[in-house]
């Protein structure tokens, strides 16, 4: 009996003992998801000879790689074919508050011109020698301030756009080269001078000019040069002038300009696009000046100027220009053959 009952309780137990290891084995817990921990071992120095580099890259390739950096901004690369250009050693931007002037023959006040610095400028156009004297300065990678004749710009309308399609700043000289300090010239004519030469250079870009002129035979009066003031606009004279107009040759006009320019140093060179001899001296003119050691200063405006509504509405009138096209353009130029 004694057997009998301790074989019962032993079989009692066995069975508590298997249910028990099942419990723990396969009954699901709520602390069984989360797997045991065990304390990491402190991490050993790097070697002397590893480097930063090694440890950013192992990191990188645990997570998703960033995104690249954006490339930094590179300085736009010159266009110019030519590398003994003489092309252009700064860019100036003229605020024209007040009507400043500049050339030292009649404007002293501005002497931003360092030794050795020239501004090249050219009067008179457009005309059909202009586009010679834009192929020189394009060949030499330079710019020049234009001051057309505002009767000149109807003459050749197509020509002054390509003046200011090869990045040329252009401002004015008169409607019709009248001399402002005539004693017969009232301040009513001399304004209108003024103010059509601005007007059809705008008629004929289609853009608005630089607020920057240039009196004809350089002949100012103190009203016309008060009025210019009002208007925000800056006057030009010159340090060199070529005397090209009275020139028998492009080797006298080469001449000209060279000698007054060593003497003075620096400064504004006042030529003319409708002289022939202008246009055929240039490019020797200009390799001269490159050989010397003379830089182009290109002048700006900060501004253009914002032509009289009277004015532009007076040229229109004069010059039976309408002005607004009846027609869209693509049903008056079309294009047959590139």
């Known amino acids: 009996?004694?057997?009998?009952?301790?074989?019962?309780?032993?079989?009692?137990?066995?069975?508590?003992?298997?249910?028990?290891?099942?419990?723990?084995?396969?009954?699901?817990?709520?602390?069984?998801?989360?797997?045991?921990?065990?304390?990491?071992?402190?991490?050993?120095?790097?070697?002397?000879?590893?480097?930063?580099?090694?440890?950013?890259?192992?990191?990188?390739?645990?997570?998703?790689?960033?995104?690249a950096p954006a490339p930094a901004p590179q300085p736009a690369k010159s266009t110019c074919a030519n590398p003994a250009a003489l092309g252009v050693s700064r860019t100036v931007v003229i605020d024209t508050t007040g009507g400043p002037g500049f050339g030292f023959l009649q404007y002293k006040q501005f002497d931003f011109l360092a030794d050795k610095e020239i501004v090249l400028t050219f009067d008179d156009g457009p005309w059909p020698t202009t586009p010679t004297v834009l192929k020189t300065l394009a060949d030499e990678c330079t710019k020049a301030v234009f001051f057309p004749i505002?009767?000149?710009?109807?003459?050749?309308?197509?020509?002054?756009?390509?003046?200011?399609?090869?990045?040329?700043?252009?401002?004015?000289?008169?409607?019709?080269?009248?001399?402002?300090?005539?004693?017969?010239?009232?301040?009513?004519?001399?304004k209108e001078e003024i103010e059509k030469g601005f007007s059809a250079v705008k008629m004929a870009l289609g853009a608005?000019?630089?607020?920057?002129?240039?009196?004809?035979?350089?002949?100012?009066?103190?009203?016309?040069?008060?009025?210019?003031?009002?208007?925000?606009?800056?006057?030009?004279?010159?340090?060199?002038?070529?005397?090209?107009f009275k020139s028998s040759s492009p080797d006298q006009v080469i001449q000209n300009v060279m000698t007054k320019l060593d003497k003075a140093g620096k400064g504004v060179i006042l030529m003319h696009d409708l002289q022939k001899h202008t246009a055929a001296a240039l490019p020797t003119l200009l390799r001269r000046l490159k050989a010397g050691g003379y830089k182009?200063?290109?002048?700006?405006?900060?501004?253009?100027?914002?032509?009289?509504?009277?004015?532009?509405?007076?040229?229109?009138?004069?010059?039976?220009?309408?002005?607004?096209?009846?027609?869209?353009?693509?049903?008056?130029?079309?294009?047959?053959?590139?």
């Open 208 to 244: 608005a000019p630089a607020p920057f002129f240039r009196f004809p035979a350089l002949a100012h009066t103190q009203a016309t040069k008060d009025y210019l003031g009002t208007r925000n606009i800056a006057m030009f004279s010159c340090d060199v002038d070529s005397n090209d």
């Open 296 to 338: 182009v200063v290109q002048m700006k405006a900060k501004e253009q100027l914002e032509t009289v509504p009277e004015y532009d509405a007076m040229l229109v009138k004069n010059l039976k220009v309408p002005a607004v096209a009846s027609r869209p353009i693509g049903s008056v130029v079309q294009t047959v053959q590139d």
């Open 150 to 190: 505002g009767l000149h710009t109807t003459y050749h309308p197509e020509i002054l756009k390509q003046v200011f399609a090869a990045g040329h700043t252009i401002g004015a000289h008169t409607w019709s080269h009248a001399h402002l300090d005539s004693k017969k010239m009232t301040e009513a004519q001399a």
């Open 1 to 67: 009996m004694r057997n009998a009952f301790g074989l019962m309780l032993a079989s009692v137990v066995a069975a508590v003992a298997i249910a028990g290891v099942w419990f723990w084995t396969s009954s699901p817990r709520a602390d069984a998801a989360a797997p045991q921990t065990v304390a990491a071992r402190k991490a050993e120095p790097l070697p002397a000879t590893a480097k930063a580099k090694d440890d950013v890259e192992v990191t990188a390739s645990l997570s998703k790689p960033a995104p």
